[in-house]
Each structure stands twice: as structure tokens, then as C-alpha cells.
């Protein structure tokens, strides 16, 4: 049974892997995902390259989502299998995921007409891109409203509460232009920025603990740049700045962190923000399920959809089978045995196949 599970998942996996869907290009992607969804007897709709299938039930409804793009390949990337492991770019961030979101589509031990959750699948593009792209932000006002959600990004199967929320600043100085030959005709716009540069480099992570977990805010230089002749003194220097913001913060509060740090020596402009996502894991259904199986809960160190969950009043984690330290690696891969570790609890958590206490409508198996 376990055997053919794994072998199912793997193929699943695999299958999924041979179409490319860099973002900006899941068309392919999700018409596969729309068929195999509708073979398993979702109802499916397709809304520009984002997919949403529907299994009726008449118990909580409970979405699970899962990003159909991913980043570009890596030069000569292998794709395949090699014992427990399946290879190919996507497959741990999130092909994997996809998998077995579509598997747990067919009910597995649930009978036909009795299904236990209202079950809502949301297959999105263009989540590796900017924030402002993301497929999510279109379908989630198409949803009905969700008791539960997990977003089956890679965590190992280990439950990621919360995410950070992040902004990226450009930090501009403005210096005078000259002839390099003479610099003390002018004023360099890189060395007025030594002083905010410092500050930044001097910035350690800080702890903030938010429903018992450990967040770290962090905030980096991330890139600089000048626009001029290398025989020019330059008037203007351009720092991006991303800032990393801990669950029950803003981002309007970490960008006026930001401008305290800079201190009026530069001209700050935001120009993208991600909310931080909310830690739920006291939701009733996800608390008992964590306790029954004693898994690990985590904070989420990154920004994932959680967040655009969260804000929208839903209850969410994260939990996948792909391995985070795997996500966009050049030889990126995922463990067969943590494909079929996911499954098996994400179908008990959807279906009560084992003893589930409090859940009303659950199916002993
Ligand atoms: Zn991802």
C-alpha cells in the first residue's frame, strides 16, 4: 500500500517535472495539473494560469495551495530519479507539493459522496516573482470562505507558523559630478554613503518572539549601484536595502525604522512590500492534528503566501514535503519517503484516517 503510494507520488512528481514552468510561463503546467485534478473528480476552474479544484464535503472547508512556478533552471540541471530521490528543478520548491495535493485529490479511503472536508485546491502562478504578480492576490477573492489553509511550500513536513513580511528600498545619495582626475571638484555620492553602510553592516538579527516562536528581523544591503563613466565621480548612489519584519509588525513600522537608520543622509523610496503572515496554530482542527502526531512547529524564516492568507482572515501554515535547503540549488531534489510522510498526514488531517478527537463528519480508515 505504502509502496504504491510512494510509486504514485514519484511518478506524480516526475510527470510535473518534465513541463518547465519557469514564472511567467505556466500555461503548460496548468493545463496538466487541470486534467489530473478533473480526473480525480475535482471540479475545475481555470482562471489565466492558475488553476482551483473543488471537492464538495460537507465538513470544514480547507484549502491547500501550491505555486506552479518555479525559478529558472540551473545549467544541465538533472531531472529524474535516483533511488528515494527525485530530481529536477522544482522538485522540493514546489513540485513536490503538487504531487501530493493532487493524489489526496482522489480521496484515497474516503467513499464516494460522504467526503468530510469541503476541500478547495489552489494551484497559483507566478509566486517566485515580485509580490505585485503573485497569482494568489487574484484567486483568493474567487474562494469561499476557509476554516483551514496550508501552503505546501518545502519545510521538511515540519509545520512553519507565520512568515516574515520583507520591503525593498532604494536608498539614493546624492553627491556632485567631476572629472576623477580632479575629485575634490565634486562630492562622491559612494563615499556619503559610508556612514549608512556602516549602520547597516552593523545591524545584528534581532530576536522577536511572536506566540512563543523566535522570528529574527533583519535588514541588508542588497545591492548598489552608480549610473556614470568609471572616469566620473559619481552624483548619485543607489543602494537597494531589503528589511525583514517579524509577524505583528507593519511594514509601514519597519520603514520608518529604515529612515531612522539613514537619518536623512540619503532620499528613502519604498518600492515593494510583503506583509508578514499571522502564527495560527491554536485553529482548532491544525492544533489537534499537531498534537496527535507531535509534530515540530517552527517560525518561517522567509516570506511565503501564508502571509496573503493570514491578511485575508484565514488560519494558515506552512507544511510540504520538499526540503527548504533544497529550494532553487542546482541539483534540487526531494526524498521520496518525505512525498509519502506528507501524504499520509495531510490525509489524515483532511480525512480523519486515524483517530482524530472533536472532528465531526471524520472517517475512521
Ligand atoms: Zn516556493
Redesign the pocket.
Known amino acids: 500500500m505504502t509502496t504504491d503510494l510512494a510509486e504514485r507520488l514519484a511518478a506524480l512528481t516526475l510527470e510535473l517535472l518534465a513541463v518547465p514552468s519557469v514564472t511567467g510561463a505556466e500555461d503548460a503546467i496548468a493545463g496538466r495539473v487541470l486534467a489530473r485534478a478533473a480526473e480525480r473528480g475535482c471540479e475545475v476552474r481555470r482562471h489565466g494560469n492558475s488553476v482551483v479544484a473543488h471537492r464538495f464535503g460537507t465538513g470544514p472547508a480547507i484549502g491547500l495551495f501550491g505555486?506552479l512556478d518555479t525559478v529558472s533552471p540551473a545549467d544541465d540541471q538533472p531531472v529524474g530519479r535516483r533511488g528515494d530521490r527525485i530530481l529536477g528543478c522544482g522538485a522540493s520548491?514546489?513540485k513536490a507539493g503538487l504531487a501530493v495535493m493532487l493524489d489526496l485529490a482522489d480521496g484515497g479511503p474516503v467513499a464516494a459522496g460522504s467526503w468530510p472536508v469541503d476541500l478547495w485546491m489552489v494551484f497559483y502562478d507566478r509566486?517566485e516573482g515580485p509580490y505585485e504578480n503573485n497569482g494568489l492576490r487574484a484567486i483568493l477573492p474567487l474562494l469561499p470562505r476557509l476554516d483551514l489553509a496550508v501552503a505546501l511550500?518545502p519545510t521538511g513536513n515540519i509545520v512553519q507558523a507565520g512568515c516574515m513580511g520583507g520591503l525593498h528600498a532604494q536608498v539614493s545619495f546624492r553627491g556632485q559630478r567631476a572629472h576623477s582626475a580632479r575629485p575634490w571638484q565634486g562630492r562622491n555620492a559612494i563615499y556619503g554613503a559610508l556612514g549608512v553602510l556602516k549602520r547597516l553592516a552593523e545591524c545584528s538579527p534581532r530576536e522577536v518572539r511572536f506566540a512563543g516562536l523566535p522570528f529574527y528581523e533583519v535588514m541588508s544591503a542588497t545591492m548598489a549601484a552608480t549610473a556614470n563613466s568609471r572616469n566620473v565621480i559619481p552624483d548619485s548612489f543607489v543602494v537597494n536595502v531589503n528589511v525583514r519584519f517579524a509577524p505583528g509588525r507593519t511594514a509601514a513600522e519597519a520603514a520608518s525604522e529604515l529612515e531612522a537608520l539613514v537619518a536623512g543622509e540619503a532620499e528613502v523610496t519604498i518600492v515593494d512590500t510583503a506583509p508578514a503572515g499571522a502564527v495560527s496554530v491554536d485553529q482548532p482542527l491544525l492544533a489537534g492534528w499537531i498534537h496527535r502526531h507531535g509534530l515540530e512547529v517552527e517560525p518561517k524564516q522567509a516570506w511565503t503566501d501564508v502571509a496573503q492568507l493570514t491578511a485575508a482572515g484565514i488560519p494558515a501554515v506552512n507544511f510540504g514535503p520538499g526540503d527548504p535547503a533544497q529550494?532553487h540549488q542546482a541539483g534540487e531534489g526531494v526524498a521520496v519517503s518525505a512525498l509519502v510522510r506528507c501524504h499520509e498526514l495531510l490525509s489524515d488531517l483532511l480525512f480523519g484516517t486515524s483517530s482524530s478527537p472533536g472532528r465531526e463528519g471524520s472517517v475512521q480508515g
Open positions: 505555486h520548491d514546489m509566486e511550500e529550494a
